[in-house]
């Protein structure tokens, strides 16, 4: 596959949506060392790398970077979190790279309609688990036992009694022994 369309509309019939989606994908060459998405960012894009390296990562609160991928040429590379979310992730350029853009708002507006009208729910509920996968492993990188336990309360608020706490230890990446110290600790700060 030698493009973003290509991949997307591998087998669609040609229409007018199709040609509407060309219209707004747009091929960029960017320098090595090009931000092209900082974290916070209120506007999101999914890129394909024609030519060059990408990667995107997450900065910590106390200023650690974390990658979390990288995209080489033929790669799609982007933030999972919805449009109207703020980005999580800082995408930048490692190679000068030729890029194809498009928006991801206008993606979901014109791409996910061209979809079998079977797959529009299994779409949109495989974009949902997409951005739910990046938050988790986002925390698992970069936020403390105690941040990834209230992520997970408030994520799961109606699992917490349901399940054992090893396997809520599991989930968090760490032992049992660790989870019973981090829930004590947080009640004692109350």
Do not use: N
């Amino acid at each position: 596959m030698g493009s973003f369309l290509e991949i997307l509309t591998h087998d669609t019939a040609p229409s007018t949506k199709v040609e509407a989606l060309k219209q707004k994908i747009s091929v960029k060459s960017f320098d090595k060392g090009s931000v092209l998405q900082r974290g916070g960012d209120m506007v999101s894009r999914i890129y394909y790398v024609k030519k060059g390296l990408l990667r995107s990562y997450t900065i910590d609160h106390k200023g650690k970077e974390h990658i979390f991928m990288f995209a080489p040429e033929g790669w799609i590379i982007a933030d999972g979190a919805d449009f109207a979310s703020p980005c999580q992730l800082f995408i930048d350029v490692l190679e000068d790279s030729e890029i194809e853009i498009v928006d991801k708002k206008i993606f979901e507006e014109v791409f996910i309609p061209l979809t079998l009208e079977s797959d529009k729910q299994r779409t949109a509920a495989m974009i949902k688990r997409m951005a739910v996968l990046q938050e988790r492993v986002i925390m698992l990188m970069s936020a403390s036992a105690l941040e990834r336990y209230e992520h997970f309360k408030a994520t799961y608020p109606r699992i917490m009694q349901r399940v054992p706490q090893r396997m809520i230890a599991s989930y968090l990446g760490i032992t049992p022994e660790a989870l019973s110290k981090v829930k004590s600790e947080k009640a004692r700060s109350k």
